[in-house]
């Protein structure tokens, strides 16, 4: 997964000093709002670029792509991640084919074929006015008829930065992940249910977990129509993500609907629990399928010998079965209602993502040695060729069990918007429940 990058590309050789801070403040800037940067490597504004990046206390990248030239080394000392191409001048290509948005501050030929390139290559770019060169002299103009926009003259520093980040803003990902998801909604959805209720999706309802079937679908349209105008805007090709907690067999029912929504990618988080034989289906499931069956209110202590849905939430998952099958209630091995291996292999086929909800459906904030369970489920999904993002169980996390699971491999994870944790990090996509 990678962040958005912007190709910071300028003249060659000695530069002023006041050019050089003004671009050093540019390169800390965009790092500091989460964007890599790409340069072609050499000193001026690639020498700027590379101080200023320096500067920023974000852990971002910063690339160099030589030309092969001389020592480039000597000339930008600075650290960043080199590509030593031995291409000369060819190598701007790659510089601009590396990035998402352009920014040119002064430049001789060489950055005007640059700019040349990412206009040809419907690139977004921007010119640092007042800087000279070719930016000054291109900055609001049109190159030729290949493009409808302009190169967006900008006067200041904050400029740029409200530029890109009108193109790339953050949204749900912090840290700019991807660009190629759509930034602002990510939902999540539980059950789906088709004209009225019945008893167990009443329960479900109650709790929010339950979407009616042709609402869902009028709502992932609108989805993809809101994906589709933000890709023309930007010029992008992101899509969607909606998620699918806990394995519901219903959700197969959506399968066409997803076909003919190219801008939407449905992910399908599942717990362990669905690969193991018999399929055991989670505590929580089990308690709302007993009381939809006799009526019963999963809060009616009095009902259910003592025990709360609340109170069953507090417990570690084994410890929640136990109670459950001390009072009787029907461990539902191997339901229909839930998707088994060979559900998921097919959800899979039809390019479904299929991820992880965790080893355990319990606030893993608790357990001790999360950090080595967290290896061995890594292990897992890595076998089975599954997709090493996790959502939270019941969306509950915190900083030392984020780390934990982005050290063993998991380097997406989800939480709910509703669920109020800690602050989110990079790599951290909240999303909303819809119902």
């Known amino acids: ?37 790409v340069t072609g490597g050499m000193d001026g504004v690639m020498r700027a670029v590379a101080r200023g990046h ?7 990248n910063l690339v160099h792509i030589e030309p092969g030239w001389e020592c480039a080394w000597e000339r930008n000392p600075h650290p960043a991640s080199t590509v030593r191409t031995n291409l000369g001048s060819m190598r701007n290509h790659l510089v601009i084919r590396s990035a998402d948005i352009v920014v040119a501050v002064s430049g001789g030929s060489g950055t005007l074929s640059e700019m040349a390139i990412a206009w040809q290559e419907k690139k977004p770019i921007s ?54 998801f759509y930034p602002l909604e990510v939902p999540a959805l539980h059950r789906v249910h088709e004209g009225t209720p019945t008893k167990v999706h009443q329960v479900h309802l109650r709790y929010g977990m ?23 805007e930007h010029n992008a090709e992101t899509v969607a993500l909606v998620t699918f907690d806990d394995g519901w067999k219903e959700v197969i029912r959506l399968a066409d609907t997803f076909e003919k929504l190219p801008c939407l990618c449905p992910i399908l988080f599942v717990g362990e629990n669905h690969f193991a034989k018999p399929v055991r289906p989670l505590p929580l499931q089990r308690l709302y399928h007993h ?89 897992e999904v890595e076998n089975r060729g599954h997709m090493p993002w996790l959502a939270w169980p019941e969306g509950q996390w915190s900083r030392t069990a ?34």
């Open 1 to 37: 997964m990678r962040r958005n990058t912007v190709a910071i590309i300028g003249s060659a050789g000695l530069i002023s000093c006041e050019l050089r801070r003004t671009v050093e403040t540019l390169a800390c800037a965009l790092s500091d709002a989460g964007f890599d940067l």
């Open 54 to 60: 320096n500067r920023s206390a974000r852990d971002t």
């Open 127 to 180: 010119a640092l006015r007042g800087s000279g060169g070719w930016s000054d002299k291109l900055a609001d103009t049109t190159l030729d008829q290949r493009g409808e926009s302009t190169v967006m003259g900008c006067d200041t520093v904050d400029d740029v930065l409200a530029w890109a980040t009108r193109l790339r803003p953050e949204g749900v990902y912090s840290g700019r992940i991807n660009r190629d």
């Open 210 to 232: 339950s979407i009616e079937k042709s609402n869902l679908v009028r709502c992932l349209e609108g989805l993809s129509r809101r994906v589709a105008s933000w890709n023309r």
């Open 291 to 379: 009381c939809a069956e006799r009526g019963l209110d999963p809060e009616d202590r009095g009902a259910l010998g003592g025990l709360t849905r609340s109170g069953l939430k507090l417990l570690p998952e084994t410890e929640q079965h136990a109670a459950l099958d001390e009072l009787g209630i029907n461990p539902m091995l191997d339901p229909e209602w839930l998707l088994n291996v060979e559900d998921i292999a097919h959800l899979k086929s039809v390019g479904w993502v299929v991820a992880t909800h965790g080893h355990r459906h319990e606030d893993l904030r608790k357990r001790d040695g999360l950090g080595k369970e967290f290896v061995r489920l890594a292990e």
């Open 402 to 435: 984020y780390e934990d699971a982005r050290t063993a491999g998991f380097h997406l994870q989800f939480g709910l918007i509703a669920q109020l944790c800690e602050s989110s990090g990079e790599g951290m996509v909240m999303r909303n429940i819809w119902k």
